[in-house]
T-cell receptor
Framework: RKEVEQDPGPFNVPEGATVAFNCTYS??????FFWYRQDCRKEPKLLMS???SGNEDGRFTAQLNRASQYISLLIRDSKLSDSATYLC????????????????FGQGTILTVHP | DAGVIQSPRHEVTEMGQEVTLRCKPI?????LFWYRQTMMRGLELLIY????????DSGMPEDRFSAKMPNASFSTLKIQPSEPRDSAVYFC?????????????FGSGTQLSVL
């Protein structure tokens, strides 16, 4: 089983639509969670961190369910510029808990927003 | 800030040749990561350094791969000898341990093609 699993899509939605992506992770010791965005032929960039209480950044809402080991990203009022690959990212700190463990990336979910 | 700088942007080589990829992290960052991205496997962590010391190289696929960080401002990833299956985009990323949510800053990547 992969450490981080995402539905690869692709998701094709019209402008203005609401779209949701899901992600599951296997390591219950995971401590930090993120969504990264990657445009075609570009490097990944941090979109937002995911907090236990859920958090919102404009049209983007991220949710975390530790019990189910599940993360989600909701995009409201989709724009053409939202077209990209969305990567679910998980960090499990090492046993000592003092240093930053490696980030594990999901395969990514491809989103295409059309006019 | 110039960001993470990688060179070359593109590398085309023949099987059996030595390939060296270079990375300059953001000044002051104390963590450096090498990732490889392919369509089949997504983003895979190869190795990461903390204060120039390799911490986890479990992702390095074979002995043909080696990475060094001789100082805080420079790292190399070497493949010798290269094989066609090494063709991928190689990303270098850096971050600062003090950053609360471990935001990674990626370079633009090196597109490697081994013929």
């Amino acid at each position: 089983r992969k450490e981080v699993e995402q539905d690869p899509g692709p998701f094709n939605v019209p402008e203005g639509a609401t779209v949701a992506f899901n992600c599951t992770y296997s390591n219950s010791a995971s401590q930090s969670f993120f969504w990264y965005r990657q445009d075609c032929r570009k490097e990944p960039k941090l979109l937002m961190s995911v907090y236990s209480s859920g958090n919102e950044d404009g049209r983007f809402t991220a949710q975390l369910n530790r019990a189910s080991q599940y993360i989600s990203l909701l995009i409201r009022d989709s724009k053409l510029s939202d077209s990209a690959t969305y990567l679910c990212v998980v960090n499990a700190r090492n046993a000592g808990g003092t240093s930053y463990g490696k980030l594990t990336f999901g395969q990514g979910t491809i989103l295409t927003v059309h006019p | 800030d110039a960001g993470v700088i990688q060179s070359p942007r593109h590398e085309v080589t023949e099987m059996g040749q030595e390939v060296t990829l270079r990375c300059k992290p953001i000044s002051g960052h104390d963590y450096l990561f090498w990732y490889r991205q392919t369509m089949m496997r997504g983003l895979e962590l190869l190795i990461y350094f903390n204060n120039n010391v390799p911490i986890d190289d479990s992702g390095m696929p074979e002995d043909r791969f080696s990475a060094k960080m001789p100082n805080a401002s420079f790292s190399t990833l070497k493949i010798q000898p290269s094989e066609p299956r090494d063709s991928a985009v190689y990303f270098c990323a850096s971050t600062l341990a003090a950053v609360r949510h471990e935001k990674l800053f990626f370079g633009s990547g090196t597109q490697l093609s081994v013929l």
